[in-house]
């Protein structure tokens, strides 16, 4: 009867120590595949640990007084403006803002009715940037989706709005959101700081 105790003690023990070895190996499995997932993901393979790439900020910038555009055509030989000495330099004043100002003057005049209204508006108008030279030709390239949206501004503006200096301000700063808007959805950014009129005529 004790060699049937040792035979079952012994079958115990190899038993429990198969069952130890194959807990361990279970649990050496789960530390070898947990570092290993760790490892992909701390070097970004796996997990979305991708860096951010840092885009850089290439939108028009503004452009001190005296300061070079890169983005301004090049005059050609012979031509510019006959600055002191003959350099063809620009010259700028030493008060007001420290920006330099382009301005573009659309070809056409804009002719509209008025919102609930008999009347006509004919305008010529014109708009400025402190930006880089990219705004203005921004503008010329989308002069066609420009003019539509200036046009839709005018026919949604009342007659009473144009009656007054306070209505023709509040016109001005709906245009200049109205380009912007354009540029904005064909290149990514406005620029336009104002819109001006050259002429302002109500029939």
């Given at each position: 009867?004790?060699?049937?105790?040792?035979?079952?003690?012994?079958?115990?023990?190899?038993?429990?120590?198969?069952?130890?070895?194959?807990?361990?190996?279970?649990?050496?499995?789960?530390?070898?595949?947990?570092?290993?997932?760790?490892?992909?993901?701390?070097?970004?393979?796996?997990?979305?640990?991708?860096?951010?790439?840092?885009?850089?900020?290439?939108?028009?910038?503004?452009?001190?007084?005296?300061?070079?555009?890169?983005?301004?055509?090049?005059?050609?030989?012979?031509?510019?403006?006959?600055?002191?000495?003959?350099?063809?330099?620009?010259?700028?004043?030493?008060?007001?803002?420290?920006?330099?100002?382009?301005?573009?003057?659309?070809?056409?005049?804009?002719?509209?009715?008025?919102?609930?209204?008999?009347?006509?508006?004919?305008?010529?108008?014109?708009?400025?940037?402190?930006?880089?030279?990219?705004?203005?030709?921004?503008?010329?390239?989308?002069?066609?989706?420009?003019?539509?949206?200036l046009l839709d501004?005018?026919?949604?503006?009342?007659?009473a709005d144009i009656?007054?200096?306070?209505?023709?301000?509040?016109?001005?700063?709906?245009?200049?959101?109205?380009?912007?808007?354009?540029?904005?959805?064909?290149?990514?950014?406005?620029?336009?700081?104002?819109?001006?009129?050259?002429?302002?005529?109500?029939?």
């Open positions: 009867m004790s060699e049937k105790k040792d035979k079952d003690a012994k079958a115990k023990k190899k038993g429990g120590g198969k069952m130890a070895m194959v807990l361990g190996g279970a649990v050496a499995l789960l530390a070898i595949g947990g570092g290993g997932a760790y490892g992909l993901v701390a070097a970004g393979v796996i997990g979305g640990g991708h860096k951010e790439e840092v885009k850089e900020d290439n939108r028009p910038k503004l452009i001190r007084k005296g300061e070079e555009d890169p983005y301004a055509p090049k005059a050609k030989e012979g031509e510019g403006g006959e600055g002191e000495g003959g350099e063809g330099k620009e010259m700028e004043g030493e008060g007001g803002s420290e920006y330099r100002t382009l301005y573009y003057s659309f070809a056409d005049d804009f002719t509209s009715n008025l919102k609930d209204s008999d009347a006509l508006v004919q305008l010529s108008v014109a708009c400025s940037t402190r930006r880089d030279y990219r705004v203005m030709v921004w503008l010329k390239k989308h002069e066609l989706a420009i003019r539509s949206a501004v005018l026919a949604e503006t009342p007659e009656q007054n200096s306070q209505g023709k301000d509040r016109l001005q700063k709906r245009m200049t959101a109205a380009i912007n808007k354009v540029l904005t959805q064909t290149e990514g950014f406005g620029g336009v700081d104002a819109v001006y009129f050259k002429s302002f005529i109500v029939q």
